[in-house]
């Protein structure tokens, strides 16, 4: 009984701590927030940037504080983990839309979005492996790219304004 308790208590303690999703969903209930969605990209981005900086600092130091090194190496990881989350889980897979090649516009500015969001996940993951201040830049670009294609001339500002 005791064991059976304990193997239960594991069980709901692990799932109930697991580290948790917040992807938007995928049913169609047309809640969607997409100039929010590239706001945080950016903010990610910056905060890969600052986590580079920080990182070059921390160890060109004379003594290495080694405990701030690797919270500033996990912060890198995790920024660019949730720019490949939203670029994969929510733009990839629930906001781009497919196109038939016959309508030559609509197939060039998927192949567009495609491309770029690929570029946005590769840069973002060469960040996780490097202190390259050029893989930020990459990202800069190719998330601008692909809000150029993506929002059009229907960008809007979070604040409702048209930009």
Known sequence: MKK?????????VSFGFSKATFAHCEVPCG?????????????????????????????????????????????????????HEVAEQYFLTQRVKIAEPSDEEKYQKYVTQLTTLHELIVYAIK????????????MKASLTAFEDSYFGEHRHTLDGEHK
């Open 4 to 12: 059976s308790f304990l193997v239960l208590s594991l069980l709901l």
């Open 31 to 83: 809640i969607f927030h997409d100039e929010l969605r590239v706001e945080l990209i950016k903010e990610h981005i910056q905060t890969i940037e600052k986590a580079m900086n920080q990182i070059t600092e921390l160890q060109s130091a004379e003594t290495i504080n080694y405990n701030q090194l690797v919270r500033w190496i996990n912060t890198k990881e995790h920024h660019a983990n949730l720019i």
């Open 127 to 138: 960040a996780k492996q490097t202190t390259d201040l050029e893989n930020v830049e990459k």
